[in-house]
């Protein structure tokens, strides 16, 4: 199809000024679908339609097998005021993202600012570090924690509390934990944007009698406040769905004493165990609904804190 | 650490490195601890794994392995290796042809709506899961494909993975135009040009996006949970989790070991190529 337009061998590079333009606009606009119809195909068939259906079934009653019943606002009114085990997978949820993330983050900046002026080795521990975050999600490291953290783990061992899966007020800081040894992703990405700060901001700050933790201050933070926030945004919206430690050191229920019932363990309780689809699916609205309140406000807030370099030039 | 005896006159800096060097291997040594904990629990006897306070096994129990080799619930390791590769070779493949034709279109092509389309295109980013996976379960469900592999494969080959479009929209970018420009002007259509030209370039992107495409699916458990129920057509990481439930604790030798074998391919390909993951995780985040 491209082969039949093939103009004589005459165009050299020295022409090219002259040469007509061979293609029709609009062919190009063609080709560009044919390029993208995969995109659309999945993009409509298996993203835009599942949410309108997903929508729709959220104010039906349906169970997979008998057709959707429209039962309006009540798997909602159902979710917010009769549903204990929901309000309890919220809070959990809640309490899981306000650990694991700001620990998580804090320890991938104090790793990259230790690996930043280092000389030998850097490359060695960026890679070491890294490697968590690719086993991380597996379900083999999902059962390593669990038995880590049980009764007669290592940690009881050490710290000879009986454990932390077993105890309601510690088994979700052990799943928080997991997220928090996969630090690895966010330090590569906080140590790429340090070695993007011109050296020479430090060298003219040095000169003018700043120390390090000034420096530091009034360089490397808002320097890197983009990077930050870049990380602080994926890492939120992750975490507010972790499904795989949870579902692993519970057993998939949950517990013990629904403290590790994270919001999607309780969407897959309700929708694939329990075979509520409607109920499940007003669930799964209101998880996108509230991470993307979420990232509105990440956005929002962004506007007083991160500090984009081509900024200041204006 | 040489450096250290000829610069005396620096001492105060050396210390410093050296502080850096040991406070780095301390962590090295807690962030590998769960990875070494595992290997040798899965060469411990069944005794020694709960009650022993040694990490090291008092004798190598390799019949831990040998049980992990014969598989779970009756089917054997092979079959669940066999069905782990299959599903994220498919993913792998479906990924790379997809995601690399639309990100060329985004990339380099005009077309009606294309702000508003990237734009979307980077919504779906991050678009939870699980906001889609119900209708797309009762989609699939209808079309009477639940437990087999076509839900977990067939939406990678329409390029649903955003982040890869993203990636590789990003490397392509970045490659100079002028290749292009003069293969067009020699009569090169867009789809010749995407072939031989823009693809052979784009390469470091693709193996990037395929890494990353095996690993997360090796690892991903929620879709396989749902999808696939028949114990034949379990994954590793299926057959693992049916470990969950069992508190017997004869079985953890052969579950850690069952564990190690799982973590093999990924533990491999990083080892492989650590370079493209490193990099293609930091350019993601300063590209963003």
């Given at each position: 199809m491209t082969t039949t337009e093939i103009p004589a061998p005459t165009a050299r590079p020295g022409r090219a000024a002259t040469t007509?333009?061979?293609?029709?606009k609009r062919e190009r606009e063609g080709a560009a679908w044919v390029f993208l119809s995969p995109w659309v195909l999945g993009a409509c068939l298996l993203t835009v339609v599942p949410m309108a259906v997903s929508l729709y079934l959220s104010f039906t009653d349906y169970n997979l097998f008998d057709p959707p019943h429209w039962i309006g606002l009540r798997n909602y009114t159902q979710m917010f005021t009769e549903d204990p085990r929901y309000w309890r997978s919220v809070v959990t949820t809640l309490e899981y993202v306000v650990i694991a993330v700001p620990l998580q983050l804090a320890l991938a900046l104090v790793v990259a600012l230790a690996l930043?002026?280092?000389?030998?080795?850097k490359a060695f521990y960026r890679s070491a570090f890294y490697a968590p975050s690719l086993l991380g999600a597996s379900m083999s490291i999902a059962l390593v924690w669990r038995q880590v953290f049980n009764d007669g783990g290592p940690v009881d061992n050490a710290?000879?509390?009986?454990?932390?899966?077993?105890k309601p007020g510690w088994s979700l800081l052990a799943v928080a934990l997991l997220t928090v040894w996969q630090f690895g992703a966010p330090m590569v990405i906080f140590l790429a944007g340090l070695q993007q700060i011109p050296a020479e901001l430090y060298e003219a700050a040095a000169v003018d009698g700043a120390g390090k933790w000034r420096q530091f201050l009034s360089i490397t933070v808002p320097m890197l406040s983009p990077v930050l926030f870049f990380n602080l945004v994926l890492q939120t919206i992750q975490a507010f769905q972790v499904f795989t430690p949870a579902f692993a050191v519970s057993g998939g229920?949950?517990?013990?004493?629904?403290?590790?019932?994270v919001y999607t363990l309780y969407l897959y309780d309700r929708g694939?165990?329990?075979?509520?689809m409607g109920y499940a699916s007003a669930m799964a609205w209101v998880l996108l609904l509230v991470i993307g309140a979420v990232t509105a406000v990440l956005f929002r807030s962004s506007r007083s804190w991160v500090f984009y370099a081509s900024e200041g030039d204006r | 650490m040489t450096a250290i005896s000829t610069a005396t006159d620096r001492k105060p800096v050396a210390w410093g490195r050296i502080a850096l060097h040991v406070g780095c291997l301390v962590a090295l040594l807690v962030v590998l601890y769960p990875l070494v904990w595992l290997l040798t629990t899965s060469l411990k006897p069944a005794s020694e794994?709960?009650?022993?306070?040694?990490?090291?096994?008092?004798?190598?129990?390799?019949s831990n392995y040998k049980t992990a080799l014969d598989g779970v619930n009756d089917v054997s390791i092979w079959r669940l290796l066999s069905n782990s590769l299959l599903i994220a070779g498919g993913a792998v493949i479906g990924n790379v042809i997809s995601c690399s034709l639309a990100a060329y279109a985004f990339a380099r092509l005009r077309f009606r709506f294309r702000g508003p389309l990237f734009a979307f295109m980077i919504v779906t980013i991050m678009l939870?899961?699980?906001?889609i996976l119900i209708p797309q379960y009762i989609i699939f469900n209808q079309l009477g494909?639940?437990?087999?592999y076509w839900p977990l494969i067939l939406p990678k080959f329409l390029a649903t993975e955003a982040f890869f479009v993203f990636l590789i929209v990003q490397f392509m970018r970045g490659l100079p135009r002028e290749l292009e420009e003069a293969a067009r002007i020699d009569g090169c259509g867009p789809f010749r040009s995407f072939f031989l030209i823009v693809l052979p370039l784009t390469r470091p992107a693709l193996i990037t996006t395929a890494i990353f495409t095996f690993i997360w699916t090796w690892n991903d458990f929620f879709t396989q949970l749902i999808y696939l129920f028949d114990p034949d057509k379990f994954t590793l990481t299926l057959a693992l989790s049916?470990?969950?439930?069992?508190?017997?604790?004869?079985?953890f030798g052969p579950m850690f070991a069952m564990s190690v074998i799982a973590l093999l391919p990924i533990v491999l390909f990083f080892l492989a190529f650590q370079r493209f993951l490193v990099e293609g995780m930091a350019s993601s985040g300063l590209k963003g």
């Amino acid at each position: 199809m491209t082969t039949t337009e093939i103009p004589a061998p005459t165009a050299r590079p020295g022409r090219a000024a002259t040469t007509p333009k061979h293609r029709p606009k609009r062919e190009r606009e063609g080709a560009a679908w044919v390029f993208l119809s995969p995109w659309v195909l999945g993009a409509c068939l298996l993203t835009v339609v599942p949410m309108a259906v997903s929508l729709y079934l959220s104010f039906t009653d349906y169970n997979l097998f008998d057709p959707p019943h429209w039962i309006g606002l009540r798997n909602y009114t159902q979710m917010f005021t009769e549903d204990p085990r929901y309000w309890r997978s919220v809070v959990t949820t809640l309490e899981y993202v306000v650990i694991a993330v700001p620990l998580q983050l804090a320890l991938a900046l104090v790793v990259a600012l230790a690996l930043k002026s280092m000389k030998g080795g850097k490359a060695f521990y960026r890679s070491a570090f890294y490697a968590p975050s690719l086993l991380g999600a597996s379900m083999s490291i999902a059962l390593v924690w669990r038995q880590v953290f049980n009764d007669g783990g290592p940690v009881d061992n050490a710290l000879g509390n009986g454990g932390w899966i077993n105890k309601p007020g510690w088994s979700l800081l052990a799943v928080a934990l997991l997220t928090v040894w996969q630090f690895g992703a966010p330090m590569v990405i906080f140590l790429a944007g340090l070695q993007q700060i011109p050296a020479e901001l430090y060298e003219a700050a040095a000169v003018d009698g700043a120390g390090k933790w000034r420096q530091f201050l009034s360089i490397t933070v808002p320097m890197l406040s983009p990077v930050l926030f870049f990380n602080l945004v994926l890492q939120t919206i992750q975490a507010f769905q972790v499904f795989t430690p949870a579902f692993a050191v519970s057993g998939g229920k949950g517990g013990p004493a629904d403290s590790t019932l994270v919001y999607t363990l309780y969407l897959y309780d309700r929708g694939f165990v329990a075979s509520h689809m409607g109920y499940a699916s007003a669930m799964a609205w209101v998880l996108l609904l509230v991470i993307g309140a979420v990232t509105a406000v990440l956005f929002r807030s962004s506007r007083s804190w991160v500090f984009y370099a081509s900024e200041g030039d204006r | 650490m040489t450096a250290i005896s000829t610069a005396t006159d620096r001492k105060p800096v050396a210390w410093g490195r050296i502080a850096l060097h040991v406070g780095c291997l301390v962590a090295l040594l807690v962030v590998l601890y769960p990875l070494v904990w595992l290997l040798t629990t899965s060469l411990k006897p069944a005794s020694e794994v709960i009650t022993s306070l040694n990490l090291l096994p008092s004798h190598l129990e390799w019949s831990n392995y040998k049980t992990a080799l014969d598989g779970v619930n009756d089917v054997s390791i092979w079959r669940l290796l066999s069905n782990s590769l299959l599903i994220a070779g498919g993913a792998v493949i479906g990924n790379v042809i997809s995601c690399s034709l639309a990100a060329y279109a985004f990339a380099r092509l005009r077309f009606r709506f294309r702000g508003p389309l990237f734009a979307f295109m980077i919504v779906t980013i991050m678009l939870p899961h699980h906001a889609i996976l119900i209708p797309q379960y009762i989609i699939f469900n209808q079309l009477g494909l639940v437990n087999t592999y076509w839900p977990l494969i067939l939406p990678k080959f329409l390029a649903t993975e955003a982040f890869f479009v993203f990636l590789i929209v990003q490397f392509m970018r970045g490659l100079p135009r002028e290749l292009e420009e003069a293969a067009r002007i020699d009569g090169c259509g867009p789809f010749r040009s995407f072939f031989l030209i823009v693809l052979p370039l784009t390469r470091p992107a693709l193996i990037t996006t395929a890494i990353f495409t095996f690993i997360w699916t090796w690892n991903d458990f929620f879709t396989q949970l749902i999808y696939l129920f028949d114990p034949d057509k379990f994954t590793l990481t299926l057959a693992l989790s049916s470990f969950v439930d069992s508190s017997s604790q004869s079985a953890f030798g052969p579950m850690f070991a069952m564990s190690v074998i799982a973590l093999l391919p990924i533990v491999l390909f990083f080892l492989a190529f650590q370079r493209f993951l490193v990099e293609g995780m930091a350019s993601s985040g300063l590209k963003g």
